[in-house]
Protein backbone atom coordinates (compact mmCIF):
# COMPACT_ATOMS: atom_id res chain seq x y z
CA UNK A 1 0.00 0.00 0.00
CA UNK A 2 2.64 2.65 0.51
CA UNK A 3 4.79 2.10 -1.97
CA UNK A 4 1.47 2.22 -4.25
CA UNK A 5 1.16 5.66 -2.73
CA UNK A 6 4.34 6.64 -3.11
CA UNK A 7 3.99 5.89 -6.88
CA UNK A 8 1.16 7.64 -7.22
CA UNK A 9 2.70 11.05 -5.49
CA UNK A 10 5.85 10.93 -7.83
CA UNK A 11 3.60 10.74 -10.89
CA UNK A 12 1.71 13.83 -9.50
CA UNK A 13 4.95 15.35 -8.65
CA UNK A 14 6.40 14.69 -12.25
CA UNK A 15 3.47 16.05 -13.66
CA UNK A 16 4.09 19.07 -12.20
CA UNK A 17 7.59 19.83 -13.29
CA UNK A 18 8.29 22.00 -15.44
CA UNK A 19 12.07 22.93 -17.56
CA UNK A 20 12.88 26.33 -16.38
CA UNK A 21 14.96 27.77 -18.52
CA UNK A 22 16.94 30.87 -18.09
CA UNK A 23 20.72 32.54 -19.18
CA UNK A 24 22.90 35.00 -17.28
CA UNK A 25 23.82 38.10 -20.07
CA UNK A 26 26.07 41.16 -19.26
CA UNK A 27 26.96 44.32 -20.28
CA UNK A 28 29.66 45.12 -22.52
CA UNK A 29 30.66 49.07 -23.07
CA UNK A 30 33.52 50.21 -24.56
CA UNK A 31 34.43 53.08 -21.50
CA UNK A 32 37.30 51.60 -19.78
CA UNK A 33 40.88 52.47 -19.20
CA UNK A 34 42.24 48.89 -19.57
CA UNK A 35 40.34 47.48 -22.34
CA UNK A 36 40.80 43.52 -22.87
CA UNK A 37 40.91 42.34 -26.05
CA UNK A 38 37.57 40.97 -27.48
CA UNK A 39 38.36 37.70 -28.10
CA UNK A 40 39.60 37.08 -24.42
CA UNK A 41 36.12 38.92 -23.12
CA UNK A 42 33.90 36.33 -25.34
CA UNK A 43 36.55 33.24 -24.04
CA UNK A 44 35.57 34.15 -20.65
CA UNK A 45 31.53 34.69 -21.76
CA UNK A 46 31.89 31.28 -22.78
CA UNK A 47 33.71 29.69 -20.04
CA UNK A 48 31.12 31.26 -17.47
CA UNK A 49 28.20 29.86 -19.47
CA UNK A 50 27.18 34.00 -20.25
CA UNK A 51 25.07 33.34 -23.00
CA UNK A 52 23.70 36.78 -23.43
CA UNK A 53 25.40 40.08 -24.21
CA UNK A 54 24.21 43.77 -24.76
CA UNK A 55 26.66 45.84 -26.98
CA UNK A 56 26.26 49.47 -26.38
CA UNK A 57 27.45 50.09 -29.94
CA UNK A 58 28.60 48.29 -32.81
CA UNK A 59 32.17 47.95 -32.56
CA UNK A 60 33.57 45.91 -35.71
CA UNK A 61 36.49 44.28 -33.38
CA UNK A 62 33.66 42.67 -30.51
CA UNK A 63 31.33 41.66 -33.70
CA UNK A 64 34.05 39.81 -35.08
CA UNK A 65 35.26 38.20 -31.89
CA UNK A 66 31.64 36.90 -31.67
CA UNK A 67 31.74 35.47 -34.70
CA UNK A 68 30.24 31.50 -34.20
CA UNK A 69 30.46 31.89 -30.39
CA UNK A 70 26.71 31.06 -30.08
CA UNK A 71 25.82 34.02 -27.64
CA UNK A 72 22.80 36.17 -27.99
CA UNK A 73 23.38 39.98 -29.17
CA UNK A 74 22.16 42.66 -28.78
CA UNK A 75 23.36 45.57 -30.49
CA UNK A 76 23.02 49.08 -30.12
CA UNK A 77 22.53 52.35 -31.44
CA UNK A 78 24.46 55.09 -30.00
CA UNK A 79 22.32 57.92 -28.72
CA UNK A 80 24.45 60.56 -30.88
CA UNK A 81 23.71 58.66 -34.22
CA UNK A 82 20.16 58.99 -33.43
CA UNK A 83 19.24 61.85 -34.97
CA UNK A 84 20.91 61.23 -38.95
CA UNK A 85 19.35 57.79 -38.56
CA UNK A 86 16.05 59.03 -37.53
CA UNK A 87 15.85 61.21 -40.41
CA UNK A 88 17.73 59.61 -43.62
CA UNK A 89 16.66 56.08 -44.86
CA UNK A 90 19.83 55.42 -46.59
CA UNK A 91 21.52 56.25 -43.28
CA UNK A 92 19.79 53.80 -41.24
CA UNK A 93 20.31 51.26 -44.50
CA UNK A 94 24.01 51.60 -44.50
CA UNK A 95 24.15 51.26 -40.47
CA UNK A 96 21.92 47.69 -40.55
CA UNK A 97 24.38 46.46 -43.48
CA UNK A 98 27.51 47.82 -41.75
CA UNK A 99 26.57 46.66 -38.35
CA UNK A 100 23.50 43.93 -38.51
CA UNK A 101 23.62 42.10 -41.86
CA UNK A 102 26.92 41.54 -42.86
CA UNK A 103 27.40 39.58 -39.65
CA UNK A 104 24.17 37.40 -40.17
CA UNK A 105 25.49 34.71 -41.61
CA UNK A 106 25.68 30.98 -41.35
CA UNK A 107 28.21 30.41 -38.65
CA UNK A 108 28.27 34.27 -38.12
CA UNK A 109 26.89 36.50 -34.74
CA UNK A 110 23.57 35.42 -33.32
CA UNK A 111 22.33 39.47 -33.26
CA UNK A 112 18.30 38.77 -31.92
CA UNK A 113 17.96 42.46 -30.93
CA UNK A 114 18.84 46.34 -31.65
CA UNK A 115 18.37 48.70 -28.65
CA UNK A 116 17.80 52.09 -30.51
CA UNK A 117 19.83 54.76 -28.14
CA UNK A 118 20.92 54.34 -24.51
CA UNK A 119 19.25 55.53 -21.34
CA UNK A 120 16.31 57.92 -23.27
CA UNK A 121 14.78 58.93 -19.72
CA UNK A 122 18.28 60.17 -18.50
CA UNK A 123 18.97 63.95 -18.31
CA UNK A 124 22.12 64.21 -20.56
CA UNK A 125 19.69 62.68 -23.31
CA UNK A 126 16.18 64.98 -22.31
CA UNK A 127 18.55 68.24 -22.32
CA UNK A 128 20.56 67.16 -26.18
CA UNK A 129 17.76 65.72 -27.82
CA UNK A 130 15.55 67.16 -30.52
CA UNK A 131 12.20 65.40 -31.22
CA UNK A 132 14.02 63.30 -34.46
CA UNK A 133 16.49 62.13 -31.85
CA UNK A 134 14.01 60.53 -30.21
CA UNK A 135 14.51 56.57 -29.70
CA UNK A 136 10.72 56.32 -30.82
CA UNK A 137 11.17 58.40 -34.09
CA UNK A 138 14.58 56.33 -34.73
CA UNK A 139 12.95 53.26 -34.49
CA UNK A 140 11.23 53.82 -38.25
CA UNK A 141 14.24 53.63 -39.95
CA UNK A 142 15.98 50.90 -38.31
CA UNK A 143 13.92 47.87 -39.34
Known sequence: M???QLLLLL?????HLYAVESAIGVNWGM???HRIPPSI????????RIAKVKLFDSDPGILRALVGSGIEVMVGIPNE????LASSQAA???????NVSRYLVKGGVDIR????GNEPSSRAMRVNSSPTSSPLCSTSNSR
Open 113 to 116: YIAV
Open 92 to 98: SDVWVAQ
Open 2 to 4: AMN
Open 11 to 15: LLLQR
Open 41 to 48: VVDLMREN
Open 31 to 33: LSS
Open 81 to 84: MLST
